[in-house]
């Protein structure tokens, strides 16, 4: 099983910043890739961002040149670091891991977070 435990969520004002991080909990999982999904009342989870294993990015275009993903792999830690941050960047945040068990190694496992909530005010 993998946890995967959130923090630096919180309430900001229009043009701030936040720093999300998350940190996976593992035993014999390999970790693919990681990413940051955002979910606002009444709207459908949404990808934000997410990296690979190699360091490749991919962005939502509504937080391209805003938000920034980067992870540490030696400490199965995924960051988010989110400027110039929106009143419509307001949502509960998951983080999202995807990989490989040791024992199952033909099958890829997806676990997510319990979210963050960010709140940005006008």
């Known amino acids: 099983q993998v946890q995967l435990v959130e923090s630096g969520g919180g309430l900001v004002q229009a043009g701030g910043s936040l720093r999300l991080a998350c940190t996976a909990s593992t035993s014999a999982f390999s970790i693919k890739d990681m990413a940051w999904y955002r979910q606002a009342p009444g709207k459908q989870r949404d990808l934000v961002a997410r990296?690979?294993?190699?360091?490749?990015?991919n962005y939502a275009d509504s937080v391209k040149d805003r938000f920034t993903i980067s992870r540490d792999n030696a400490k199965n830690t995924v960051y988010l670091q989110m400027n110039s941050l929106k009143p419509e960047d307001t949502a509960v945040y998951y983080c999202?891991?995807?990989?490989?068990?040791?024992?199952?190694?033909?099958?890829?496992?997806?676990?997510w977070g319990q979210g963050t909530q960010v709140t940005v005010s006008s």
């Open positions: 990296i690979t294993s190699g360091g490749s990015t």
């Open positions: 999202n891991a995807r990989g490989r068990h040791s024992d199952d190694p033909l099958r890829e496992y997806g676990y």
